[in-house]
T-cell receptor
Framework: DGGITQSPKYLFRKEGQNVTLSCEQN?????MYWYRQDPGQGLRLIYY???????QKGDIAEGYSVSREKKESFPLTVTSAQKNPTAFYLC?????????????FGPGTRLTVL | AQSVTQLDSQVPVFEEAPVELRCNYS??????LFWYVQYPNQGLQLLLK??????LVKGINGFEAEFNKSQTSFHLRKPSVHISDTAEYFC???????????????FGSGTRLSIRP
């Protein structure tokens, strides 16, 4: 089955620790995205990548970092610099970065800072 | 600034009743419009999208939406809802910007649809 997988489903982190969220897709999509979802705020774009070895900051990139070494993988690191990291994180991909392309979403990772 | 407004944060409806979830966007320039559904603790799934052509768009699960350029709206409708439609619904807009950093999707804040038996 083709799709997007995110792991882990739930993640707990102590304050001051970095943590990495995994996102893998086998759809052969060029573009991948990371969103943060908070209650009542919809989705906000953290980072996106339109091609391997290239990525761009979204609206709320501060305190986050990404890499895109392989087409199928786009891991997100939440660093200790992120002041309020508790949220639901969604990864998405699309065939390319064109505006007409549908974005397909993974099941999400819920991060809680203790 | 470009924005998407979903006026209703929650919409309670009785089963088998019709429902309309409202969505308005800020700009009158050319846009692509989307509705996504999110079930609890899951990712988003595309319900339908408007790219061009007929202003009435039909999607999955019996949903449809109508693009109204003059009112900058893209309301989602279903003539008869089912318990399984209980979820959060997000409207999203993408502005015609080709292949550039300006082409990101802007999401509304979501409408929680709850179906009562």
């Amino acid at each position: 089955d083709g799709g997007i997988t995110q792991s882990p489903k739930y993640l707990f982190r102590k304050e001051g620790q970095n943590v990495t969220l995994s996102c893998e897709q086998n759809l052969n999509h060029d573009a991948m995205y990371w969103y943060r979802q908070d209650p009542g705020q919809g989705l906000r774009l953290i980072y996106y990548s339109q091609i391997v070895n290239d990525f761009q900051k979204g609206d709320i990139a501060e305190g986050y970092s990404v890499s895109r070494e392989k087409k199928e993988s786009f891991p997100l690191t939440v660093t200790s610099a992120q002041k309020n990291p508790t949220a639901f994180y969604l990864c998405a991909s699309s065939i390319s970065g064109l505006t007409t392309d549908t974005q397909y979403f993974g099941p999400g990772t819920r991060l809680t800072v203790l | 600034a470009q924005s998407v407004t979903q006026l209703d944060s929650q919409v309670p409806v009785f089963e088998e009743a019709p429902v309309e979830l409202r969505c308005n966007y800020s700009s009158s320039v050319s846009v692509y419009l989307f509705w996504y559904v999110q079930y609890p603790n899951q990712g988003l799934q595309l319900l339908l999208k408007y790219l061009s052509g007929s202003t009435l768009v039909k999607g999955i699960n019996g949903f449809e939406a109508e693009f109204n350029k003059s009112q900058t709206s893209f309301h989602l409708r279903k003539p008869s809802v089912h318990i399984s439609d209980t979820a959060e619904y997000f409207c999203a807009v993408r502005y015609h910007a080709g292949y550039s950093s300006a082409s990101k999707i802007i999401f509304g804040s979501g409408t929680r649809l709850s179906i009562r038996p």
